[in-house]
């Protein structure tokens, strides 16, 4: 009786285990699992490497790894202008429990697909969690806060933007199964009238900047010869003084016995230079002057 028992439980054994086959299902890099039980889901998260399933326990991947998308947009400005430019950003889905269980279990559970390679493993991609959470609320953002400027003032205002959009943007997906990690505005494509606009300012701004070093060197020319007809007029002027001082000093002595002293020390001089000329040839040398004495040389 108790071997009959014995086989029976063996058979049973062999029966549960034949209808209720055991898995060894792989959660790969990039990915997180999660067992889902006819009953639901277990709420534990599983790393990469080999886990097991059984009977009816599927397992469930959900791709985690950072994404970077990039959005090309065309946003009509203040001015009535469409101004062209890209976000570029990287994203990726929060990796705790609670995130992993409401992907699976909300909209996510709809975006669940069977993996073609394993045939028993149902994956969840990042570009469809982007589609569902990412995509539009960002555009939606970045056209709200781009839309209020004109054309001409997103260039000097692009840090300020930016931090708009990541500000907004962040606090749009704060209860989503997203973060965002990183962004950046690019590829700024301004309107044709305004980059001829802004070449047009450009040639301007070149031609008044040459127009004003011109002037500068010409007005300090102008100063230059200012401070030098100054420093002449100084000069002359001082010249002019010391003339008319002289004259004064000069004027002031000359009388009757100042001129004849003059005459006699100038009838000195005249004397000495025919004296030096006496080893000359013979020459009588006679001097013609008013009050002069003739003077005869005789060798």
Known sequence: MKNIKLLLMAIITILVMTGCPGCNEVVPQGYVGMVKTPSGLTGEILHPGHHACWARDRLLLVEVQEVYKSENLSILCADDLNFKFTIEARFRPKKDSKTINKLLTDKGAAMVRLDPKSGTVYVLKFGQMYTTYVQKPMIEVARGVVTKYETTGIRDARESIKKTIVK?????????????????????????EIENAMKEKKVREIAIDKEKKEQAIKLLKAE????LAQKEKVARTAEAQA?????RIVGSGLNAKFL???RIEAAEKLYETIGAA??????????LGTNAQPLVNIK
């Open 243 to 247: 003339e008319v001082a002289y004259i």
């Open 224 to 227: 230059n010869r200012i401070k």
């Open 278 to 287: 006496e080893n000359a040839n013979r020459v009588d040398k006679v001097i």
């Open 168 to 192: 907004r943007f962040t606090e749009a997906i704060k209860d989503s199964p997203m973060e965002l990690t990183e962004l950046a505005l690019t590829n700024f494509d301004y309107p044709d």
């Open 260 to 262: 004849e002293k003059k």
